[in-house]
């Protein structure tokens, strides 16, 4: 075992892992813990909204820009360790990306799995966070992150799988981010008593909405309220993916905790005891 555990978030692209992992990241690193991030495009096919930002301009180098922002993003979680896996953003379904050769949807799913196995097997997590079957929301590039990190996590524990990539290494606990149906509701209920737009829309029926977890399923929620000015903050770095009239800048005071506050997640499998019924430390057990 290595000397201090280690949280390993694999995300799809620059600004995901501040949007349900922010937190957590910052609070592991707090505590002392190792904590690596691995984003699995470039987020070269995303918005340029930026302020002051012209589209025309930045757009063709936007890997660039996005590769220093996330910098800046993890700089303000304490973060030090991160590796992009290399493939090209995919785009949505149905888009001219989403058929790139070079996109991450369109990656041979062997060697991507390689890809992060070789960092699991070097890094050794006890930890490994990444996204439900869903991609929390469709994405082509987050449903293909859940398939690879899923499938390398416990392709990693089997020394005949990969063997170029290192010595087995079996990550004691897996989970899936998530959003409760009930926080979704909540937040869209506070958003409509004030007259402001959700960026989850105006349903408040659970049964209709779309993306988020059954309340039911969600396992782990981990307090991370001390640390909502630095998530903030890793928000802001993102800047050209984050426009002055953005939801995330402009939450009213009163409704950031219920926002920022608490991270949930499922586990999925954990090789140590859990005693408490709803777990509130992604470490608890090691």
């Not at 096919?45 to 180098?61: I, Q, Y």
Request: charged share 25%; glycine share 10%; net charge negative.
């Amino acid at each position: 075992m290595p000397d201090t555990h280690g949280l390993l978030a694999i995300h799809a692209h620059p600004d995901d892992e501040v949007i349900t992992t922010g937190g957590v990241l910052r609070h592991s690193v707090v505590r002392g813990f190792r904590v690596k991030v691995v984003t699995c495009t470039d987020g070269s096919r995303g918005e340029v909204v930026g302020e002051g930002m012209d589209p025309a301009e930045v757009f063709p180098r936007l890997a660039e820009v996005r590769r220093g922002e996330i910098a800046n993003a993890l700089g303000a979680l304490g973060v030090t360790e991160h590796e992009f896996l290399g493939y090209a953003d995919s785009g949505m379904m149905g888009t001219e990306g989403n058929e790139d050769p070079a996109s991450f949807w369109q990656a041979d799913l062997h060697e991507a799995i390689g890809r992060v196995v070789a960092i699991i097997r070097s890094f050794k997590p006890s930890v490994f966070v990444t996204y439900d079957p869903f991609g929390g929301y469709g994405h082509p590039d987050h449903i293909q992150t859940h398939r690879v990190g899923l499938l390398a996590v416990e392709a990693a524990s089997m020394a005949a799988l990969y063997p170029e990539a290192g010595p087995a290494w079996r990550t004691p606990k897996a989970y899936y981010t998530a959003i409760p149906k009930s926080g979704i509701v909540k937040m869209n209920q506070m958003f409509l008593d004030r007259g402001l737009p959700s960026p989850f829309g105006e349903e408040i029926d659970p049964a209709e909405i779309p993306m988020g977890t059954d309340d039911d399923l969600i396992t782990s929620l981990v307090d991370v309220s001390e640390h909502i000015e630095d998530k903030q903050a890793a928000l802001k770095a993102h800047h050209s993916q984050i426009s002055p009239e953005s939801f995330f800048l402009n939450v009213p005071d009163d409704l950031v905790p219920t926002l920022y506050g608490t991270e949930s997640f499922v586990r999925v499998r954990s090789d140590v005891r859990v005693d408490d019924e709803l777990e509130t430390d992604l470490f608890s057990g090691l």
